[in-house]
Structure formats: C-alpha cells, structure tokens
C-alpha cells in the first residue's frame, strides 16, 4: 500500500445523528450538510475492501441521509455516499480475493463520495467488462430496490401502480415490470414523459397534473385492479389513488419526495377493504432476505444491465471538489442520476 | 305461527347503499337516517329464524351503518340494528332446533330494531339462563372483536395500546388483557375514567388532555414496547401514539370515533422501522377464521359474561317508538351502551 497517498478529498458530513426533522430528499444549499475536504485515507479492516473511486451515484437515499432523515445515524466528518463503483487497491483479511478488481459496492463507514471509499467484501459485485461505469455505479441500491419491489407487486396480480416514475427506480420499474408480463400504472408529473414511459414499459401512464387524473386513476384502477402502490411520494394525491385502488389493496411507501403530507380521508377502506399501508426499505429486505436469493437477484441485474434491458441515464457529472456548490442545481434536471467521479 | 301479529313497529332506515361521506358515527338528529313506522313483520326463509325481540344494542357500526358508511350497502324502508336477543318463534327449514329459545343473534335482511327479527340460524347463540337480556344483546359484535383483537395482540408481545377504553368493547379488552397477563395501556378522554379502567384491568391510562400526554405517552412506548395499537378513533392523537410507538408497530384501525382526520407525518418509520396501519373488521375475522375456532370463542365469551367477569353496562334504554327522537341525546350519556326494547 505505499503507492497509495496518505490523505484523500472526501466530502464529509457536517452533522452528527439524525436532525428530527421530515422535509424530503429536496437539497437548497449542499453546504448545509457537506464540506469538501481533505482528510486521512482509511484503512480497510478485516473482511473489508479499500475501493480507489470510478463513480459514486447520488440517490435520493443519499440526501435524506445526509439531511439526518434516514434510518441510520450521520457521522460528522465522515464521507457521505452510499454506493458506487471502482477498483479494490487493498484488502483487509479475508477480502485478498477481490484485489484488483473493478467492484460495485455499498460503502461501510467511510463513503462513497471521496477518492477512496470502503466497503464489506461480501456487499462488492464484481464487474463484467461489459458494465459501464456509469452502470456499475447504480448497480445496487435501485435495481435490487426494484426488483425486490416490483416482485412484491408481481404477488398480487398483474397490475400495479408506481408514482415517480420517471425517476432512475421508476423506470427500471417499467421495463422489469413490462419483461414479467406484468402491467404498471405509471404516475409522471409531466405530460413529456408518457410516451418515453411507454416505450420502456408503462401499460399506463398518469399525469397527476391532468385535470382528469382522479377520474382517470379511478377508471384504471377499476379496469386493472392493480393491488399494489409502489410510491416514493407519499403526498395527499397518492393517497387519492391508494383510495382508488380494489380491496386488499397495498400501499407500499418507499420514499417521501412529495412536499405535503397525506392525510388519511378514507379510515373505512382499511376496515371494510383490507387495505393496508407499509414501507419497504432495501436494508430491511436484504436482511430478511436468504443470501441465494440475493445472488440469484444481483446476477439477473448484472445480465440486465450487460444486455442493455436496463440502463443508468446520467443527467450530469460533478467532480469531488464541484460538488457542494453545484448539486443542488445538478439534481434539477430530469430523468436522470447525478455522478460523482474525483478530481 | 298464527298467533303472531301481521305487522310489527320498526326503525326502517330512509336512504339505499352508501353515502359517500366519511363523518364517523355521531348522529345529530336520528331522524335523518331512520324512521319508526308499522311494517309486515318478515317470515324466516330455509335456515333462518324469525326472532321476537327482548333487546337491541346501538353499536358505534350501527351508526356507520345507517348513515351510509359502512362497510355494506343499506336497503331503504328495512330495519336497521345488526345485534340483539330474543325467543325464537318461528323457523325455516333447517332451522327448527332452535324454536321456542333465547338467543343472541345478528340480524340477516331484517334488522334487529324492530319487533321481530330475521338472523341466519348459524349465527344464533343460545343464552345459557344465567345470561342477562342486557349480556345477550350485546353478546355477539363487541365480545368477538375484543376476543380477536386482544389476540391480535398478544401474537406481539405483552404490551398493546387501545384508544376509546371507555367504551364497552375498550373495557372488555382490557379486562381480558388482564386475565390474559398482558399490559393494557388504554387512552381515555377524561380524568374521572383512568381509575374504574385500571380497577377493569388497564395497566396504565393515558388521558388524552392532559398537558403531558405526548411525554407520557412517549416515555410508556419507550418502557413497554407495545407493538400493536387497536384504535377505534383514528385522528391526528392516534397518528401521534403510533410515532412513538416502536419498530415492527402495527396501527391497526377499527373504528372512525374523531371527527379530525389523521395525517401521515412520519412516512420514514414506515419506511425504515417496518411500522404498518391496517384495520380489523369482525365481519372479515370471522369470513377468515375456521368454524371451530369461532365456537371456541363464543364459548368463552358466553362463560366470561356468566361468571361476571364481563358486564355490559347500559347507559339508555329506549323503546322503539321513542329511539328516532331520542337517540342522539340518550348516546351523549357516557360509559354505556343504549338498549332498544319493544314499545
């Protein structure tokens, strides 16, 4: 390890713990919660792996995390960054396997975002020379994220509803669901997304901008008896197509990207309907989940991404150093995931 | 049966199917939904028995009922009323075993307010003589949801939390919480309840108004870690129990007893501390629970109220010529049930 230098530019946490509040993965200014800096390159201990960076991506987990919203702990003054993908320069015990190789992986203690980033050797996914960086990078979080959910859905019949669709999730949604024969109802905010939305798989698509949204959700969930909601919005219109959906119906919150906070109007339908709402979060999934299942998940989103049935767009790339200053107006453009890379 | 009368007094409901409305099960003026008219006095069809009445109870899903938001349509100029007791005289096919007994039964097609009754011969339970009128009236709906609900409960653990305790199905939950060695906690509205319900059973009170109630409520989660909640109110209070509850907490709604409605203003435990709101409907308990297991339950229910551990208090008792007047005054009168009687 003596090629490698002593100290890294990472972009640490400003804060410790969680900040009580619930406003949503919407970032003003990234200097309330990050500082570039450059601090001491950690050392990978037993069964962990030292990654030197290719790409971290920027997901929506990331800024509730580093608002103090998620549901683990903020360190302050260490790096932010859940996920990305780069090249093992040194090993812990136990973890000699994986040296040299280009790895997706899910940081452990010191993040992603930072020239050098570690991760547990069991959570690294090697990379195929066929998978992009770009790719590599969103590898983990959102496609296991959609293909454990989109599973759930799959359960209870052949349609179901996703809001935030045009987000990275929400069209790795479309196109597993469309593959399974199955049949998603894809809630956009925009009129410009329906036809994109259709092509990679949509059966329908919404615009909750539409004057006719309710009574058009209410025919399609009429029509389609779609069982499950698959939603990252959690706002008072997601809570009007939850009241559309059949009996028995699921209300899967995952996310909290709306502003406004729903309000339950319809008491009744969890009594007399069997509905019911829930969360679903990947930490939670992977350990209630047997590790042969995973591994049979992470291969069949590596052939995906390999095949190009899946593919990460990138909406902008930030340097390290550029970050704190220009994410906010980064994450402003759609459809599409904001990269980190170093320098 | 030709000693029995061609008409009978009834409280035959005004409007059809449902309402649309969502405004819980206060009645200002009970005119609004019922009407006391002479009607022909129904005749049982194959397995059901015509029931002549002794008592009706007026349940909080009574009052759902008529006004249209209930979980089953309502059918404009029949009885309403879903519970009861009285002699069987008269019996369709099948059904004759039962002529000339005192039951307990829920009303099928021809509601229980009224001077005879239709029920389905299955759904009748013969009163052992130590059973009051009052007990048999109120014998069927609130003593199976209590008997289900508490085990719900105690299926997670010792601890459960039950708003609306003063009402006669919350004081049965906690008398059988206690028998059962698990810690009620009940919410209640009023300062003068929290000693009568930990004498009942309860194992701590949370009054509602109280200044501290946040803290305390809080502080016994924290303590006690119930993980189930059995909430007949569902207002922004409940959202608040339900926050401080810990992870795995099940809200589980039966009832629509506050006029606010509950907004959602912590989507992240949802999320990340796998929480979960569903409802509980007898009428979906009993459609999903073996045959033997419900008998096994009204046998238990029948021996609690026999030996006193059980009691149904009665605050009101009306005669049916007098209910459309004086409903909605005699259901102000606090901790007990109102009775319907023939006259």
Redesign the interface.
């Known amino acids: 390890m003596s090629a490698l230098p002593e100290t890294m530019l990472a972009l640490v946490q400003r804060h410790d713990g969680y900040s009580d509040t619930?406003t949503g993965p919407a970032i003003e200014d990234a200097a309330q919660w990050l500082e570039a800096r450059e601090i001491a390159r950690p050392e990978p201990g037993p069964g962990q792996v030292l990654v030197r960076l290719r790409m971290a991506s920027v997901n929506p987990s990331d800024l509730?995390f580093i608002k103090g919203?998620?549901?683990q702990p903020r360190v302050k003054d260490q790096p932010a960054g859940f996920e990305g993908c780069g090249d093992v320069v040194a090993t812990g015990d136990g973890a000699e396997a994986l040296m040299n190789q280009r790895v997706a992986f899910v940081a452990a203690g010191a993040g992603a975002w930072a020239e050098y980033a570690l991760a547990d050797a069991r959570t690294c996914i090697p990379l195929r020379p066929d998978i992009s960086d770009a790719d590599g990078a969103a590898q983990i979080v959102n496609p296991m994220t959609a293909m454990a959910m989109v599973d759930i859905a799959r359960q209870s019949g052949e349609a179901f509803v996703l809001s935030a669709a045009t987000s990275q999730l929400g069209k790795l949604m479309c196109s597993l669901g469309r593959d399974l024969e199955l049949k998603p109802i894809a809630m956009v905010r925009r009129e410009e997304a329906v036809e994109p939305l259709r092509a990679l798989g949509a059966h329908e698509v919404l615009v909750t901008g539409d004057a006719q949204f309710s009574r058009k959700a209410a025919d399609l969930c009429g029509s389609l008896k779609p069982r499950v909601f698959l939603d990252a919005v959690?706002d008072p219109i997601s809570e009007q197509v939850f009241a559309a959906m059949p009996s028995g119906a699921r209300w899967i919150?995952?996310?909290?990207l709306g502003a406004e906070?729903?309000?339950?109007?319809?008491?009744?339908?969890?009594?007399?309907?069997?509905?019911?709402?829930?969360?679903?979060?990947l930490?939670?999934w992977m350990m209630d989940t047997a590790p042969e299942e995973q591994m049979r998940v992470v291969g069949e989103v590596q052939a995906r991404f390999a095949d190009g049935r899946w593919r990460t767009d990138v909406s902008d790339t930030l340097p390290l150093r550029d970050v704190v200053a220009k994410l906010s107006e980064s994450l402003k453009k759609p459809d599409g995931k904001v990269m980190i890379v170093p320098g």
């Open positions: 619930a509730h919203e998620y549901g959690a919150i995952y996310g909290k906070n729903p309000e339950l109007t319809q008491t009744g339908q969890l009594i007399f309907m069997g509905k019911r709402i829930e969360g679903f979060w930490t939670r």
